[in-house]
Nanobody, 122 residues
């Protein structure tokens, strides 16, 4: 019923910038907390940033000051602006919604996007 679709990531040089977006589709009334995670090769998935419905944010220490999470509730979309990218930011990035209230009144829980590859390399 609900689908989260991320934009394609890409290859960027160290110090560069990239913006990811993740749009939720379906008969959506509202989305609670939206998060970005990432998983690098050989490592566990880690939380990058989170944003509540009313716009409160938090970030992993490794991305503070470089990444900005935002959302457009009218478009059911979350964004991740990534600046000053480093090679260690290379990973597959996933968006997540902890719960989504549908127009019918029911809920979908723990929804994930398909993941998008971000590679930072010269």
């Amino acid at each position: 019923q609900v689908q989260l679709v991320e934009t394609v990531g890409g290859l960027v040089q160290p110090g560069g910038s990239l913006r990811l977006s993740c749009a939720a589709s379906g008969s959506i009334f509202s989305i609670n907390v939206m998060r970005w995670y990432r998983q690098a090769p050989g490592k566990e998935r880690e939380l990058v940033a989170a944003i509540t419905f009313d716009g409160s944010t938090n970030y992993a220490d490794s991305v503070k000051g470089r990444f900005t999470i935002s959302r457009d509730n009218a478009k059911n979309t979350v964004y991740l602006q990534m600046n000053s990218l480093k090679t260690e930011d290379t990973a597959v990035y996933y968006c997540n919604a902890d719960w989504i209230r549908l127009l019918a009144g029911n809920y979908e829980y723990d929804q994930w996007g398909q993941g998008t590859q971000v590679t930072v390399s010269s």
